[in-house]
């Protein structure tokens, strides 16, 4: 039985709200409450890192550097933590050594005090440098180890990562239960273990995906964990961490009891059960408690990630399919944990193979960098066959991931040129260059992309900042509609080619991708009054994809390469263009030999499904 005062993160700014809301919730909302957040007396609480950095700049417009330093002004007491993906940092690839350093620098700098590290492998070699640059800078270490199940796990696997964590310099060792799959038993197991073996504090981070949330905490702190994570009650359960009061009242009375006030916990909840209510748009039915995630052993979020990408294919009734045919590509993959980047990685290449009814036939440029080792070792042996149908004689590299990369702030200083107004830019753009172009773009235009607005009356409007008494040329793309209380938000994504009479409309409804015909032909146009007008729309400057040499995409993207030029001779096969969807990117690839005769895009463009892209004869 646990004789000490257990310690409590708070996961509600962060990880409670990507986990439950895809990380749609503003500052604007979270600045409010912060200060009540800071008496409570957490260990920590987690603001940053993760995908918050990622949705601030494509979804929200809103600067992340300048999210963090709003958050430090206001939480003066309690430590400020963040979660980033070693090498990854809050990306999807590996970056650079010294942007690793030069990210964390300004993460110290701005108001980070903990840094939660880990790897998606559980290959050490890839925290190597933001555990460095996090002590170096002033920051506390945590080493997250991902739990995980399946034939090369053991405990003793787990004890010997929390011994290396230990040596590396970890301040604190988290065991991160991404999918909600640890159970009440093992932890308790594993725990006493590793305490056994390592001499810093531990922490438990898990998800209710499976209900066994409670269960697992509570048997966590008997067995002497000395910190656990939870989130206000209002944004907890399911793909979330359980709830602070719950635990507090499981707790009252014995020496665990942290001593919060329920009243004040109750005043939070009560605030974000009210702002929760204005991301209704964003809630999904797979992040309630899915007990069949012991299967899969995907997080909440992951899956809905798959319900998206199934959606855009026209394809939701083979998603059981999907979930089966992971449990394959995991283990061809040499059974990783399902986390960020990875699970993406596999999840992605898991939809491709049951679309296309045949195994590996279409990867992912992610895909085949994981197999070429450029995510680092898997716990497994991959399976060799799959890689050589994949990458032929290519081979899988044994370094460190990071070795085979160029230094990268130099060079994002040069190409961003006189745009950078401060450090940080640099930083954001060499993270995400596409995203922090689009940013400053829309900034300098003054267009907000709010995604959130209190429920209207029943008629169309657009988002507030969009209407045209602040901007009256503009042409609004994104409008929250009510019918009988109920509101759906709705993104144009792209506009199709006439056939028959008839335009498509590529529309997100709920982030759900929908092709809705119209007729007669229509433009959404705003009017003085703010309400929607209609006129006759011209046609797509791109002409429409008919003949087997017309290369298109399948689904609305956005170009992130051309891989060749006008005039340049091509095989089938031959990949010829890389459009980002879904956060990945995917090569297009001829199907024909030929002659590249026209390129109908640039780089940046956004794209849809029946447009021609590049000819080929």
């Not at 739990?147 to 053991?154: A, F, L, N, R």
Request: a negative charge; proline letters at 5%.
């Amino acid at each position: 039985m646990a004789t000490k005062q257990i310690k409590i993160m708070d996961t509600t700014f962060r990880d409670a709200h990507q986990s439950l809301i895809a990380t749609r919730m503003r500052l604007d909302d979270l600045l409010p409450i912060a200060e009540k957040m800071d008496s409570v007396g957490f260990w920590s609480i987690e603001v940053w890192g993760g995908a918050t950095f990622d949705s601030c700049l494509r979804y929200l417009n809103e600067d992340p550097w300048d999210r963090l330093k709003e958050f430090k002004k206001v939480i003066k007491k309690t430590p400020l933590q963040m979660l980033i993906r070693g090498q990854c940092l809050v990306g999807y690839r590996h970056y650079a050594d010294d942007l690793v350093e030069r990210f964390i620098a300004k993460a110290i700098e701005y108001g980070i005090n903990i840094v939660r590290i880990f790897d998606a492998l559980n290959d050490f070699r890839n925290i190597e440098t933001s555990v460095k640059s996090t002590l170096k800078y002033g920051g506390k270490v945590e080493i997250a180890i991902c739990y995980t199940y399946g034939p090369v796990y053991s405990i003793d696997f787990f004890v010997d990562l929390a011994k290396r964590a230990e040596e590396l310099g970890a301040h604190t060792i988290c065991i991160e239960d991404m999918a909600g799959i640890l159970t009440p038993l093992y932890v308790s197991e594993l725990l006493q273990k590793i305490k056994q073996k390592v001499s810093v504090p531990t922490h438990l981070h898990t998800h209710d995906t499976c209900g066994m949330a409670v269960a697992t905490t509570l048997k966590a702190i008997e067995a002497g964990v000395d910190i656990v994570d939870t989130a206000i009650s209002s944004m907890a359960s399911g793909a979330s961490q359980p709830a602070v009061e719950t635990i507090c009242n499981a707790l009252r009375g014995t020496p665990s009891d942290p001593k919060f006030d329920i009243k004040l916990l109750r005043d939070i909840s009560s605030y974000f059960k009210r702002i929760r209510k204005k991301y209704k748009s964003f809630e999904s039915e797979h992040t309630t408690v899915n007990p069949d995630a012991m299967i899969y052993q995907l997080p909440g979020g992951m899956i809905s990630n798959l319900d998206n990408q199934l959606r855009e294919q026209n394809a939701l009734d083979k998603f059981d399919k999907v979930l089966e045919e992971i449990l394959y590509v995991r283990q061809d993959f040499g059974y990783p944990p399902l986390i960020t980047p990875i699970s993406q990685i596999v999840g992605t290449q898991a939809t491709l193979n049951v679309i296309n009814d045949e195994r590996y036939k279409i990867t992912t440029i992610e895909t085949k960098n994981y197999l070429k080792g450029l995510y680092g070792t898997p716990p497994a042996q991959i399976n060799e066959d799959i890689r050589k149908k994949i990458l032929g004689d290519e081979v899988f590299i044994t370094c460190r991931p990071a070795d085979t990369l160029k230094p990268e702030i130099e060079n994002a200083k040069k190409e961003l040129g006189n745009k950078a107004l401060r450090d940080t830019d640099i930083i954001s753009y060499a993270l995400f260059p596409k995203l922090f172009l689009n940013y400053l773009e829309n900034k300098e235009k003054g267009i907000s992309t709010e995604e959130i607005s209190e429920k209207q009356s029943i008629q169309v409007q657009p988002t507030k900042e969009e209407t045209p008494q602040t901007q009256p040329n503009l042409v609004p793309s994104e409008f929250i509609i009510s019918v009988h209380g109920e509101s759906y938000n709705i993104k144009v994504a792209g506009i199709g080619h006439k056939s028959e009479g008839k335009k498509p409309y590529f529309l997100y409804v709920d982030d759900h991708l929908v092709e809705v015909f119209v007729e007669p032909l229509v433009e959404v146009l705003p009017s003085e009054s703010g309400i929607i007008d209609f006129k006759d729309t011209k046609q797509s400057k791109r002409p429409k994809a008919l003949s087997i040499g017309d290369i298109t995409t399948a689904m609305p993207g956005r170009i992130a390469k051309i891989l060749v030029k006008k005039g340049d001779l091509v095989k089938a096969g031959d990949a010829v263009l890389v459009v980002e969807a879904m956060k990945m990117e995917n090569e297009i690839h001829t199907t024909i030999d030929g002659k590249v005769e026209e390129i109908f895009v640039s780089v940046g463009d956004s794209v849809n499904p029946d447009e021609a892209l590049i000819r080929i004869v």
